[in-house]
């Protein structure tokens, strides 16, 4: 059975740091692109960052704010998982992050590309 399985989310402070997961079954992650997205409560869905199964290049949208420096994509090709690092944690990063798996061979305009598989969310929550 195909499944991307995400976890880590949770409930952290302002400040505080949260690493998520992107476990794959029923499929090999190094062939595929693989992109985090998020979605807030009454906002449209964002691509966050992706990185490539082809050389490990990693991308981070320019249109979610703040996201690079602060968040950091990569993946353990043994573990058939991505990860995704989160620091300086703001209350506006506050959704369900979503993992998807798609076979291109590079992340360019990852955001709006389609995507084969999907992940269920995990919820990230931001508040002191």
């Known amino acids: 059975q195909v499944q991307l399985v995400e976890s880590g989310g949770g409930l952290v402070q302002p400040g505080g740091s949260l690493r998520l997961s992107c476990a794959a079954s029923?499929?090999?992650?190094?062939?595929?692109?693989i992109s985090w997205f998020r979605q807030a409560p009454g906002k449209e869905r964002e691509g966050v960052s992706c990185i490539s199964g082809r050389d490990g290049s990693t991308y981070y949208s320019d249109s979610v704010d703040s996201v690079k420096g602060r968040f950091t994509i990569s993946r353990d090709n043994a573990k058939n998982t991505v990860y995704l690092q989160m620091n300086s944690l703001k209350p506006e990063d506050t959704a369900v992050y979503y993992c998807a798996a798609a076979l291109y061979t590079d992340c360019q305009s990852f955001t709006r590309r389609p995507y084969l598989y999907w992940g269920q969310g995990t919820q990230v929550t931001v508040s002191s």
């Open positions: 029923g499929f090999t992650l190094n062939y595929y692109v």
